[in-house]
């Protein structure tokens, strides 16, 4: 069974900032990136996450239509087992009580502390192999 980190960012380039971060854990099989560029289709592959062990789930806070702080709570109503980390670049103090009264496990601000992340999905990885 792959282990799933699903990543919801409304701009391309998180994919590809993603992917080359992490190039190597995706290369080796460690787990499988996904992402989605809306919060509508996050909702949709979460929902649907049926086969694979959805372990993370990584959402910008601020996006068109839905935000991140409004698919927390949906998603959490879907996968309670899954943590949400929310990522944002106004890391300011209402922000981030919103988020965590929402259920967010965390909240990181942009530019991404990768070698930070890299701990949290380590630790994630560890608890499922």
Not at 30 to 54: K, T, Y
Not at 70 to 98: C, F, H, N, Q
Request: without cysteine; negative net charge.
């Amino acid at each position: 069974m792959s282990l799933l980190i699903l990543v919801v960012d409304d701009e391309p380039d998180i994919e590809l900032l993603f992917r080359q971060q992490f190039r190597r854990d995706l290369r080796a099989g460690r787990f499988v990136m996904e992402f989605a560029q809306s919060a509508l289709s996050a909702l949709e592959r979460i929902a649907d996450a049926a086969g694979v062990a959805l372990i993370l789930i990584l959402s910008d806070v601020n996006m068109p239509g839905m935000s991140g702080l409004e698919l927390l709570p949906k998603a959490r109503s879907i996968r309670p087992d899954v943590p949400v980390i929310m990522i944002t670049a106004y890391g300011d103090v209402e922000t981030k009580r919103r988020a965590m009264e929402s259920g967010a496990e965390a909240l990181l601000t942009k530019p991404i502390d990768f070698v930070a992340l890299r701990e949290e999905i380590d630790m994630r990885v560890g608890r499922t192999t």
